[in-house]
């Protein structure tokens, strides 16, 4: 398992907080999960506003940058469409980032996180197992980890390793349009951007922050 990755962030998402602000978090992150097109276009204009403007995404995403969608838990056809992808192309389309490539798959299923009790959830290591790469006939030097949402950051670093084995002379980040935010009462505001790194330790990953 490699190290650590890095990676960046936009909007926060409180799941047991009360008010206004996390009932408008959860509306978020569930939005997410329906993967509609046009909802991620949405998104991607903001993503692209504040990496225009926040200089903590200033930089994040350049112009040769290979973006690679995350696979959901369970396999996909060959050419459809999933919210990390539907995610990727509209930030392609924002001109954060270079290409979209879609050859991360999933050999098998893994159980929903949102849906299996905390000692029940998908470790990095059957991630990282249920992970196949389709190689391309140029590798990329430059690549961006896709994903709507981030709680631990597990699928992430799964998807890293697999990809730095196949790559290893190329940069990997990662960027979620929401990360998690369930060891806090509640958030105050959704637009909250960030970098930081997700990181393996002691068997596991680790967000920070």
């Known amino acids: 398992m490699i190290r650590a990755v890095a990676y960046a962030s936009c909007y926060v998402y409180s799941p047991t907080g009360t008010g206004a602000v996390c009932e408008r978090s959860r509306l978020l992150r569930a939005l997410l999960k329906t993967g509609d097109a046009g909802f991620m276009l949405k998104y991607a204009l903001r993503v ?3 990496a225009a403007d926040s200089p903590l995404l200033a930089g994040f995403f350049g112009t040769t940058d290979v973006l690679v969608p995350v696979p959901g838990s369970a396999p996909s056809a060959t050419g459809g469409s999933w919210a990390a992808r539907h995610l990727a192309v509209a930030l392609i389309n924002e001109g954060l980032g270079g290409a ?3 050859g991360l798959r999933r050999v098998w ?3 929903k996180s949102a849906t299996a009790a905390p000692g029940e959830r998908p470790t990095v290591n059957l991630h990282y197992e249920s992970f196949f790469i389709e190689r391309p006939a140029t590798p990329p030097e430059r690549i961006v980890l896709i994903d709507d949402v981030i ?3 597990r699928t992430l670093l799964a998807a890293a390793t697999r990809i730095h084995e196949a790559f290893p002379c190329a940069q990997i980040r ?3 349009l929401v ?3 369930g060891l806090i ?3 105050q505001q959704l637009l909250d951007p960030c970098k930081g790194e997700i990181r393996w330790r002691a068997g596991d990953a680790y967000r920070n922050p």
């Open 179 to 181: 990360r998690t935010m």
């Open 100 to 102: 979209e490539w879609s």
């Open 174 to 176: 990662a960027f979620a």
């Open 48 to 50: 692209r506003q504040q």
């Open 185 to 187: 009462p509640g958030v």
């Open 151 to 153: 709680t631990k950051g």
């Open 109 to 111: 299923a893994v159980r």
